[in-house]
């Protein structure tokens, strides 16, 4: 027996999934959801750490905005106010109200271990041995798979090297040297709760001074407001445009969106944090990572900026050096799918809705950043991917042909979607 045919399979149930989720199930297209929802903030992120994003910028989007997480804290008396920020078990509970809210029934919890080609469509295959069918396959995967790793530690066994994002309870480290490597908000604060988790921590960092944001202003003229306007990525037309205007960034030259997605909010941590951290958590600036081995704990080679080799030794090193899209580290596509995706580098190619070069294959959040700008890289850019993706969706499912009669994928099928 075939097993059922449905419009959409959503992989992933993070913010930008549901989102996606919400909009095509309002849109009428049979649709469902694979993985646990908010999974990755709940057992990726660390116990006690806060958003850097203002609450504003912090909604998941249903069509209509009843949903948001404004609503959420309201009915629960929850703090939300700009400035005030969001704790992630907050944030965890927020979207799975949001799920059971906006989408209802229509996710499921199980894993996908593989989605390859299956003729006209695509066979999404769950880790409990299911096969769905689909016609569209939206990938949003979040930031899991993209973990960046320096080479400099490839050599070290995980039991003494991590990513950030290997991390939800750092209280295994109590009583332990944690070096963590890093200058951006999830390093400074990793480190600062490895302190307070009874961890002794330090920062290696290669810029020659920490960076830390402003206090943000809550009361500004009308003149501040119209020269420097307020975004889901801070203050200014340039953040304002990079945020509320991600359609135009598809359309820069390929370098100068890399360099905007590069550059824009880079390496800082929230002005919240720093009391927290200065002072209380030693810092090595100006170090370049060249190195490590492991015996008796870890030993991290360091080359400052004057050329000169420290060598320093840690009991365990987490690297909370972000992440790094690659079409060849999506581990769940089959090996056809992952080359017939066209790319911007290493990031795919994606048209105006959010579609690869493989028809009827979507992609949203990091993994777009390199196509719509650095707003995909937070949840303030769901709003306009969940959009999008719909109207492709959409379009993409009226013209398919009728299904009893589909021919196994050709090369036919791969085709360029940047019109």
């Avoid at 009915?75 to 992630?88: E, K, N």
């Avoid at 990938?139 to 790793?149: D, I």
């Avoid at 400074?188 to 206090?215: I, K, M, Q, S, Y």
């Avoid at 899209?325 to 769940?332: E, S």
Wanted: aromatic share 6%; glycine share 10%.
């Amino acid at each position: 027996m075939r097993a059922p045919i449905i419009d959409v399979a959503v992989v992933g149930a993070g913010p930008y999934g549901l989102s996606v989720a919400a909009h095509a199930v309002a849109a009428g297209l049979d649709t469902r959801v694979y993985g646990r929802p908010m999974q990755a903030w709940d057992r990726h992120m660390p116990q006690g750490m806060l958003l850097k994003s203002e609450p504003e910028a912090s909604n998941l989007a249903d069509p209509r905005g009843d949903y948001g997480l404004e609503t959420y804290c309201g009915r629960r008396r929850l703090p939300y106010a700009y400035g005030t920020p969001i704790p992630v078990e907050t944030f965890v509970d927020y979207g799975r109200w949001f799920h059971t809210q906006a989408i209802g029934d229509v996710v499921d919890d199980s894993s996908v271990a593989k989605v390859r080609s299956d003729g006209d469509l695509f066979a999404v295959e769950l880790v409990t041995g299911q096969t769905v069918r689909a016609r569209t396959v939206v990938l949003a995967l979040g930031f899991l798979p993209f973990a960046h790793r320096p080479a400099a530690l490839s050599g070290l066994p995980a039991a003494v090297a991590t990513h950030s994002s290997d991390h939800h309870d750092l209280s295994r480290f109590a009583g332990l040297d944690v070096t963590v490597v890093g200058a951006g908000q999830s390093a400074l604060e990793t480190a600062t709760l490895l302190l307070e988790a009874g961890a002794r921590p330090r920062v290696v960092a290669r810029g020659d001074a920490l960076l830390w944001n402003g206090v943000p202003a809550t009361d500004r003229l009308a003149i501040e407001r119209a020269l420097a306007p307020r975004s889901g990525l801070g203050t200014g037309w340039r953040a304002w445009v990079w945020s509320e205007l991600p359609g135009t960034v598809r359309h820069l030259p390929p370098a100068l969106r890399r360099h905007i997605v590069r550059t824009t909010l880079g390496p800082a941590g929230s002005w919240w944090l720093k009391e927290r951290f200065d002072g209380r958590v030693p810092v090595l600036v100006g170090q370049t990572l060249e190195g490590a081995t492991h015996r008796d704990g870890v030993n991290l080679r360091l080359r400052g900026a004057n050329g000169d080799l420290t060598t320093v030794h840690t009991d365990h090193v987490i690297a909370a050096t972000g992440y790094a899209v690659d079409v060849a580290r999506i581990g769940i596509l089959d090996g056809r799918l992952t080359r017939a995706i066209r790319r911007t580098g290493t990031s795919p190619k994606l048209s105006k809705h959010f579609e690869t070069s493989v028809g009827g294959l979507f992609a949203v959040g990091l993994a777009a950043a390199g196509t719509f700008g650095p707003v995909m890289r937070f949840v303030h850019g769901a709003k306009f991917a969940a959009r999008r993706t719909t109207l492709g969706l959409a379009s993409r499912l009226k013209t398919r042909p009728p299904f009893e009669d589909v021919s196994p994928l050709d090369e036919s099928r791969v085709r360029e979607n940047v019109g």
